[in-house]
């Protein structure tokens, strides 16, 4: 596993277990020699039977992925972005928790918590740092400022890893709550997408006095009628047309877009493969709904919109510089927690709606789902990974969706 240099605060040597102590990233270069060999001496499979991704990430795309990976790919340029922000660590419930923490010039600025998903990290949100900390520069107001929290989930990065069972959303969202308070904020909001939307939810289900809203993007809002009616794969009668679109997307999702999350819930630690080559830890990572797939893959056809190469594979060097493939897996194992299934969301809530979501969530289910629902905004492009992919559209929501809750 990776060696991280730590530069630790004056309170190092302190018995205190709040003590945050600053943080930084520098691997070793030896490890980076190491992944270059392992990723140039892959074997690779035939190719897929199929002229599609029917069958899961095609071996075209994942060999030019090896060949950059193993040849003109940097890691040292994300390493240093990293490090550019101020780092740290704190034990928070007896595990280790990695976070940037990024203060605004503006002195009445927001305190939020942003929290990444899987096959995510805290480089998912490194886009959005800026536009929220120093709002003046990409065109809005210096009264929409942000002072940003992103930790590393548990199991995830730089954080510590669980040893026992009991890390499941409702624990993490505890974990922030006491994280927000220690780092001072006696009035925050949250912000999430994948898990950090099950794990904002679930802070706004625990409603914490400071907390004053979330914002979600991938929101828990699917109507009882629909669950009951995917089974037989038909629509209710009566849908509008978003609604009947969500409808399919759901279908899909839940009939072909469950393989990897069904293997994490139930058998995590088989996934040996996954620790052991890079290669195979990518491809596992690509595959996480076709649609995501399909916006990632191409970037490795030379197309531009969204993510870059660098983008893709700085995620998934992460992991395996830290080896936390297994262990960011178990996540799927330890939540109850069903998907998209509305959770009594106590308190102010803003909804993004990206066009190729899992799905694209309709204005009239969110209103049904979360009565206290102050934005809601609908987006004709963007994926899964918001704020990895569309930084932009997604910052100007989050300063929009919470301008009333100042």
């Known amino acids: 596993m990776t060696q991280a240099t730590t530069k630790q605060q004056s309170n190092e040597q302190s018995t205190d277990k709040n003590a945050i102590r600053s943080f930084q990233v520098n691997v070793p270069e030896a490890e980076l020699t190491e992944l270059r060999r392992r990723v140039n001496a892959t074997r690779f499979p035939e190719k897929e039977t199929v002229a599609d991704a029917s069958q899961g990430v095609q071996l075209a795309t994942i060999q030019k992925l090896a060949s950059y990976w193993g040849t003109d790919y940097d890691w040292r340029k994300v390493e240093a972005k990293l490090n550019s922000y101020p780092q740290f660590m704190t034990e928070i419930d007896g595990l280790d928790i990695n976070l940037i923490h990024v203060r605004s010039q503006n002195e009445n600025s927001l305190p939020l918590i942003v929290t990444h998903g899987w096959p995510g990290s805290i480089i998912e949100q490194l886009k959005i740092i800026e536009p929220l900390t120093n709002p003046t520069a990409d065109g809005a107001s210096a009264s929409d400022a942000f002072d940003i929290v992103i930790p590393s989930l548990p199991g995830y990065g730089y954080s510590g890893k669980p040893t026992t069972t009991g890390w499941d959303p409702p624990r993490i969202a505890r974990a922030w709550t006491e ?16 898990w950090g939307a099950v794990v904002t939810e679930q802070m706004g289900v625990q409603a914490p006095p400071e907390l004053v809203g979330i914002h979600t993007n991938m929101p828990s809002a699917v109507p009882p009628e629909i ?5 037989s794969h038909t629509p209710p009668p009566g849908l509008s047309a978003e609604e009947s679109r969500a409808f399919e997307q759901l279908d899909f999702f839940f009939t072909h877009g469950l393989s990897y999350a069904q293997q994490m819930a139930n058998h995590p630690q088989t996934l040996y493969a996954i620790a052991d080559s890079p290669v195979g830890l990518a491809a596992w990572f690509l595959d996480h709904d076709l649609r995501s797939y399909e916006l990632i893959a191409r970037v490795f056809d030379g197309q531009t919109e969204g993510l870059t190469r660098d983008d893709v594979l700085d995620n998934i060097t992460l992991t395996w510089l830290t080896n936390t493939a297994i262990s960011a897996a178990r996540l799927y194992r330890e939540n109850k927690l069903p998907f998209f299934v509305p959770m009594d969301v106590k308190i102010p809530i803003a909804v993004s709606a990206f066009r190729d979501e899992l799905y694209q969530v309709p204005q009239s289910w969110a209103e049904r789902a979360y009565p206290k629902l102050v934005y809601y905004n609908k987006h004709d492009k963007g994926c899964h990974f918001a704020a990895w992919e569309q930084p932009q559209l997604l910052s100007e929501d989050i300063r929009a969706g919470f301008k009333s809750l100042r």
């Not at 994280?179 to 994948?194: I, K, P, S």
């Not at 669950?227 to 089974?231: T, V």
């Open 179 to 194: 994280l927000m308070r220690r780092l001072g904020y006696t009035r925050f909001v949250a912000q999430g997408g994948d």
């Open 227 to 231: 669950w009951a009616a995917l089974p």
